[in-house]
């Protein structure tokens, strides 16, 4: 890094995409750094579940989704990334955040009939 100053080494450069945002900068070790800020898209809704469901919020998965939060409002669920095969329990009222693209289907069933808060951020 003969070339960039100690200011210049410091300072924040922002990347611009498509739709999208990311800022990387270089830290005192000289370590480039980034972090992607989900700031495109936010949707949101109470689903139902008992029987293996998908978890999105309307007929298809948010476009560019970059994480999904879920949260059962009303007792436990199980989550996985095959139908049929949710294992992963997510108790009342625990909060899971889960860095997963449009790409990958997200399923959950319930012990009983439960609301959970699903939301996709993009």
Do not use: C, W
């Amino acid at each position: 890094m003969g070339d960039i100053s100690r200011k210049g080494a410091s300072s924040t450069v922002q990347i611009v995409g498509e739709s999208e945002a990311n800022i990387a900068k270089v830290n005192a070790l000289q370590e480039l750094q980034t972090a992607e800020v989900s700031n495109a898209s936010a949707v949101d809704t109470t689903l139902t579940v008992q029987s293996s469901v998908e978890l999105k919020v309307g007929a298809t998965r948010l476009p560019h989704r970059k994480s999904i939060l879920i949260v059962p409002l009303n007792g436990k669920i199980e989550v996985g990334f095959t139908q049929g095969t949710e294992s992963l329990l997510v108790q009342k009222n625990q909060q899971v955040i889960l860095p997963i693209g449009d790409s990958i289907p997200i399923y959950a069933k319930g012990t009983s009939l439960v609301n959970v808060y699903v939301a996709e951020l993009s």
